[in-house]
C-alpha cells in the first residue's frame, strides 16, 4: 500500500479537497482533471464505472469554477467530482441499473439524491457498476463485466454497490453513491476499505432510483472518511414529498457532533451472534476495534437480542418476492435479457408464498422491537459488516469456517441483513486487514434517524486510527 | 413432503404464478427453493405461535413514534 508525503490532488479527502476549493487554491476544473486522469489509469485494471462523463464533468466544473471566483461558494461539495451508482436515475445520462433490459434508458429527470447533488455544486464524472438491478452482492455483472478490488484486481469489490466502493477506493472520486437494501453500500465499503452509511428508512429520498426491494431500499454515500460521509450526507438527507415512505424528521448538521468525544458512550454487542462463524482476521479485527474505542472511554455492552437467529431467511424471502413483483412483466416478455444468478432469483421469488412473506415481516416487527427495547441501555452495536474478506472474483461460494463451502448469497448478509430488517442505520468503517492485505470494515448501528451519533463514533475510531487512510496500489 | 424439490414440484409453482418454465431451469430453482423454503416454512412456524400474534408486517417505517426519534 502506498503511504505518500506530498499527494496528488485525487489522493486527497473530500474535505481536504473542499478546503482547497473553498481557499481558492484549488479550482474545480483541476480537481476534476485529476481525478478523469486516474479514471484513466485504474478503469483497465477495476472496471468501476459503467459510463464516465468527461466533456460534461469539465464543463460543470468550468462553469463552478466562475461562480467560485465570483463569490459563489455553496459549500463543501462545490466542484468537488463524485460518482453515482448507476440505480440512480441522471437526466440526460443512460441509467442501466447494471441491466441489459434498461441498457439504453435515458432518463428525462433526475433522482432527488442526483438533484439535490447537482444543486450542491457536485460534479458527477459518470455512473458506476453494479450488480445487475442490485440483486446480489458480488458485482459480477454480465453486461458490463465484473468490477474488481483495488486492493487485489483477482478478488470481488462485493455489491451491489461494488462500482462505488471499488472507485471511492481507487481514488477515482471523492465520494460516490450506492444503494442499500441488503448491505448493498456497506458490504463494498468494507471490502474496499471506504466508509459508508445505510441510512435510516425514510431519512433519504428513493425517488427515481431504480427499486430492488421497496420495502428496504436505502441510498447513501461511500466516501474515504466519516467526516465526508457526513458531509454528503448534510446534502441528500431529508424529506421529500416525491417519495411517500420519505419522513418528515427534521435534519440536523451531521458535521456538528464529529468532534464529540465518545466517552461514555454505550456500545452493544450481541456476543453469541456477532463473533460467531467468522473468519478469524475478521472477529480480530473487530474486537481490536471496540479496545480503540474502550481506550476512548466508550463502554463496551453485551446484550441478548432474543430472536436475532431467523433473519437470513427472513431478509431472503423479502429481497426475493418484493424485486420478483416488480420485475413480472419483463421476466415474462425479456427473460434472455437478464443474467443467469438474477434470472433464478427473479423466479425462485415468484414461487414464495404469500404468508412467507408476510411472517417475514412481522419478523421484522419482532426483531424491531428488540432491538429498540435494547437501546434503552446501549447507544449504538457493533459487530463486523461481514464475516469474511474479500472472495475471488466469479466465486459463488466462501468457506468462512471449517472448510465448509457457503452459499455467498446467504453468507454475505450475515450482518447487514439486521439494519436492513429493522431499518435501522448503520455505517461501515474500515478497521484492519487480513494477513493478506485485503480490507476488513466494522459496522456502526444506531437508533432511528440518529445516524449523527453514528458519524461521531466513526470519526473519533477514525481520528485514532488510519486503516481509512490506507491506500490501495494500482 | 420432503426437503427437496424435484423438476415435477417446481412445475406446481409454474403453475401458480404463472411463469412457464423451460425444463433445463427448473433444477435451479428447485435448488434455490430446497434451501430458503424450509427455512422459511421454520420462520413462519415461529411467527405463527401465540405469543406474536400481535404483532403486525412492517411493510414499511414510515412516520416514526416521537420517541424513536433522537432528541437534540
Known amino acids: 500500500m502506498k503511504q505518500t508525503a506530498a499527494r496528488d490532488l485525487h489522493q486527497m479527502s473530500l474535505l481536504e479537497a473542499a478546503q482547497l476549493v473553498e481557499k481558492r487554491k484549488v479550482s474545480p476544473l483541476e480537481l476534476t482533471d485529476a481525478v478523469l486522469k486516474q479514471i484513466e489509469r485504474a478503469e483497465p485494471k477495476i472496471n468501476a464505472f459503467i459510463t464516465v462523463v468527461a466533456d460534461q464533468a469539465r464543463a460543470v466544473a468550468k462553469a463552478h469554477e466562475a461562480m467560485i471566483a465570483a463569490g459563489y461558494y455553496m459549500g463543501p461539495l462545490h466542484g468537488l467530482p463524485i460518482a453515482l451508482k448507476d440505480n440512480l436515475y441522471t437526466k440526460g445520462i443512460r441509467s442501466t441499473a447494471g441491466s441489459k433490459v434498461l441498457g439504453d434508458f435515458v432518463p428525462d429527470e433526475d433522482a432527488t439524491v442526483t438533484a439535490r447533488l447537482k444543486a450542491s455544486g457536485a460534479v458527477i464524472v459518470g455512473k458506476t457498476n453494479m450488480h445487475e438491478f442490485a440483486w446480489g452482492g458480488t458485482t459480477d455483472n454480465p453486461h458490463y463485466g465484473p468490477t474488481r478490488n483495488p486492493w487485489n484486481p483477482e478478488r470481488f469489490p462485493a455489491g451491489s454497490s461494488g462500482g462505488s466502493g471499488a472507485a471511492v477506493a481507487a481514488r477515482e472520486c471523492f465520494g460516490a453513491i450506492g444503494t442499500d437494501t441488503g448491505g448493498s453500500i456497506r458490504l463494498p465499503s468494507a471490502v474496499n476499505g471506504v466508509t459508508g452509511i445505510r441510512p435510516t428508512i425514510g431519512r433519504v429520498s428513493n425517488y427515481n432510483i431504480v427499486p430492488l426491494a421497496w420495502s428496504m431500499d436505502t441510498a447513501g454515500p461511500m466516501t474515504r472518511t466519516a467526516a465526508d460521509c457526513a458531509a454528503m450526507f448534510n446534502v441528500i438527507a431529508g424529506h421529500d414529498p416525491k417519495d411517500e415512505a420519505s419522513a418528515r424528521v427534521p435534519v440536523p448538521d451531521y458535521m456538528a457532533q464529529l468532534n464529540v468525544g465518545v466517552g461514555g458512550l454505550r456500545i452493544g454487542v450481541v456476543p453469541d451472534y456477532f463473533f460467531s462463524h467468522l473468519q478469524p482476521a475478521v472477529h480480530d479485527a473487530v474486537r481490536s476495534a471496540l479496545k480503540v474505542l474502550e481506550g476512548q472511554k466508550a463502554q463496551v455492552v453485551d446484550v441478548e437480542i432474543a430472536n436475532i437467529q431467523g433473519n437470513i431467511s427472513a431478509q431472503l424471502t423479502i429481497e426475493s418476492a418484493e424485486p420478483s413483483t416488480y420485475h413480472q412483466h419483463w421476466l415474462r416478455t425479456r427473460p434472455q435479457d437478464y443474467g443467469e444468478d438474477v434470472r433464478v432469483l427473479l423466479e425462485v421469488g415468484e414461487m414464495l408464498l404469500a404468508t412467507h412473506y408476510l411472517q417475514a415481516q412481522r419478523y421484522r416487527t419482532l426483531l424491531r422491537h428488540e432491538f429498540m427495547e435494547a437501546f434503552d441501555d446501549v447507544d449504538v452495536f457493533i459487530c463486523p459488516t461481514l464475516p469474511f474478506v474479500a472472495t475471488p472474483v466469479g466465486a459463488t461460494s466462501v468457506v468462512i469456517e471449517g472448510g465448509k463451502e457457503e452459499d455467498m448469497l446467504s453468507a454475505i448478509m450475515q450482518y447487514t441483513g439486521v439494519p436492513s430488517l429493522t431499518g435501522l442505520p448503520s455505517m461501515s468503517v474500515p478497521c484492519g486487514f487480513s494477513p493478506d492485505g485485503l480490507p476488513i470494515g466494522m459496522q456502526i448501528i444506531g437508533r432511528p434517524f440518529d445516524e449523527a451519533t453514528i458519524f461521531r463514533v466513526g470519526h473519533q475510531f477514525q481520528q485514532a486510527t488510519d486503516w481509512h487512510s490506507r491506500e490501495p496500489n494500482l | ?72
Open chain 2, 1 to 72: 413432503m420432503g426437503e427437496e424439490f424435484t423438476a415435477k414440484e417446481i412445475e406446481v409453482f409454474e403453475l401458480l404464478a404463472d411463469l412457464p418454465l423451460k425444463a433445463e431451469r427448473r433444477a435451479a430453482v428447485a435448488g434455490i427453493l430446497s434451501v430458503w423454503v424450509p427455512a422459511a416454512n421454520e420462520l413462519s412456524r415461529k411467527m405463527a405461535e401465540p405469543q406474536y400474534r400481535a404483532l403486525t408486517p412492517n411493510v414499511r417505517f414510515t412516520h416514526p413514534a416521537a420517541e424513536e426519534v433522537t432528541e437534540r
